[in-house]
């Protein structure tokens, strides 16, 4: 089963927001040989634009995402910060998304304390299990899941005349 998060998939996301006319934020990429690297997102006021956050994305050799790094303005000192990453790593039965902080301290990111497991069952049909770490445990603890019926666009539902 193929994933859908793609290159594809990370710049029509981006056209779709920057095109729907929202009166709240106004958005920029950096667009290179068809991949969104860094998506620009600004409050918008009136006349006035602010920045408000940057998406960082990388991708693999087959152009999933694998990361997609969120920093945040920081007005005070004028610079764009780190804030968390979400990791995406793929296998044969699906994937896994994690997400881990920016210790500023340290920096680095920290160890995920979250995941979320995306698991193709059988056909048109995937289970989705959100996980949590405890920090007194050593591993990830199933808080939620659900199953997903048909994850993928390949059965057409309606048509336009």
Same mark, same amino acid.
């Not at 989705?128 to 405890?134: D, G, I, K, Q």
């Given at each position: 089963?193929?994933?859908?998060?793609?290159?594809?998939?990370?710049?029509?996301?981006?056209?779709?927001?920057?095109?729907?006319?929202?009166?709240?934020?106004?958005?920029?990429?950096?667009?290179?040989?068809?991949? +969104?690297?860094?998506?620009?997102?600004?409050? #918008?006021?009136?006349? =006035?634009? $602010? %920045?408000?956050?940057?998406?960082? !994305?990388? /991708?693999?050799?087959?152009?999933?995402?694998?990361?997609?790094?969120?920093?945040?303005?920081?007005?005070?000192?004028?610079?764009?910060?780190?804030?968390?990453?979400?990791?995406?790593?793929?296998?044969?039965?699906?994937?896994? +998304?994690?997400?881990?902080?920016?210790?500023? #301290?340290?920096?680095? =990111?920290? $160890? %995920?304390?979250?995941?979320?497991? !995306?698991? /193709?069952?059988?056909?048109?049909?995937?289970?989705?299990?959100?996980?949590?770490?405890?920090?007194?445990?050593?591993?990830?603890?199933?808080?939620?899941?659900?199953?997903?019926?048909?994850?993928?666009?390949?059965?057409?539902?309606?048509?336009?005349?």
């Amino acid at each position: 089963m193929e994933t859908i998060i793609t290159a594809a998939t990370i710049l029509s996301m981006y056209l779709s927001s920057a095109m729907n006319g929202s009166e709240t934020y106004c958005y920029n990429a950096d667009i290179e040989n068809g991949r +969104v690297n860094t998506m620009y997102v600004y409050d #918008k006021d009136g006349n =006035y634009l $602010t %920045a408000k956050l940057a998406y960082n !994305y990388e /991708y693999d050799d087959l152009d999933r995402l694998v990361k997609k790094e969120v920093l945040r303005w920081n007005e005070r000192r004028n610079e764009w910060v780190k804030d968390h990453c979400l990791e995406l790593t793929y296998n044969t039965e699906g994937y896994e +998304v994690s997400k881990h902080n920016w210790n500023r #301290k340290e920096q680095t =990111y920290d $160890t %995920a304390m979250e995941k979320a497991v !995306y698991h /193709y069952e059988f056909s048109q049909v995937m289970s989705v299990n959100y996980l949590r770490r405890h920090k007194a445990a050593s591993g990830f603890e199933t808080i939620d899941s659900m199953l997903v019926m048909n994850p993928t666009d390949d059965i057409l539902l309606a048509t336009a005349l």
